[in-house]
């Protein structure tokens, strides 16, 4: 990739994040719809506290950038090129929001200094990017998998947002739920996300690590459990434990549930004359600062069936590389 290349595209993406925090692409939500100049104007005016940059400032940026294109002398709307950032603004948060700060602490890191650069990333903004990278990409498929096998009780192992709790339970009012994440952002927006539902009575939602918690619940959940899940988290399990020991602490911990859904990033295969897709290497880079390994579909599938699973079924998530992995117990 050419250093301009780079460069230009780093400063665009900040630029997306920033669209997106002021509510921006939201004017945008009909991808083909075109407003005026002036409204726009006022738009930006009314929330100008949240907007380092004044409304023409963002329109000839914007122009720059190709995120907007004029129709004519007075009007704005998506180009092609803003309308893929629409679709696409979760990868924005995630990276820049999220691992931002962490990236550059990394890089920059002194020995004298107190803090980690693991402090430095922002879950909050992590879980927010991967819940809309979910329900843009994924929650078709989940949806799709709840209908299916409709559990009554189900484990999510790095609940994130704790959004699939959330839509577990409000698809079936049968349903019990139970969420896990060791970032204490996470744990407290996936908390507000179950009181602001009302679903305080059938949604439980714990700190910490996913398999030592996970021993604990699966001991008092008092009914049997039909699916432990564990979306773009179980390569962090697999780092700690082992990929075959975190399977088996898995069917272990949780009574022999009946399925376990994984979807996960997997290793890519790098070609170096290919372009590169969206996420992957942000996915990628990340865990490499971190020490954290990825793994191939065919270690997921080796772990599992060796704890006494097996595979029935695979479904591609929409996001380069990733995966839903559904297996059955006993």
Known sequence: MRPEAAFNGYVVTNF????????IFDLFSNKEKTISEAGFVRFVESKNRKI?????????????????ER????SLRLSD??????????????????????LRKTIMHSQNDDATPQDSINGEYVAIGSQMANRAFMNDVFLDLLDEYRPKCLVDLG?????????ACENDSRC???????????????????????LDDRVEILHGDAL???SELGQRIDRPIDVVMSFMSMHDIFNLYGPRESARRILSNFNEPRYVWV?????????????????????ELVHAFQKIDLFSRETYIDAFESAGARLVQQRYLNVPNTYAMIFKTG
């Open 71 to 74: 129709p004519d002398r007075a």
């Open 263 to 283: 979807a996960d990033t997997v290793k890519s295969d790098t070609d170096g004359g290919q372009p590169l897709p969206i996420f992957t290497s942000g996915f």
């Open 159 to 167: 609940c994130g947002s704790g959004a699939r709790l959330v839509t």
């Open 16 to 23: 997306c994040l920033l669209l997106h925090e002021a509510q």
């Open 176 to 198: 019990f739920a139970y969420g896990i994440d060791i970032n204490r952002d996470a744990v407290k927006l996936a908390g507000t996300a179950v009181r602001s539902h009302d």
């Open 81 to 102: 090129n803003g309308i893929s950032w629409l679709d696409n603004r979760a990868f924005a948060v995630w990276m820049i929001g999220g691992y931002g700060a962490y």
């Open 212 to 214: 030592e918690r996970g």
């Open 52 to 68: 380092p940059l004044q409304a023409n400032e963002l329109i000839d940026f914007g122009v720059r950038f190709s995120i907007f």
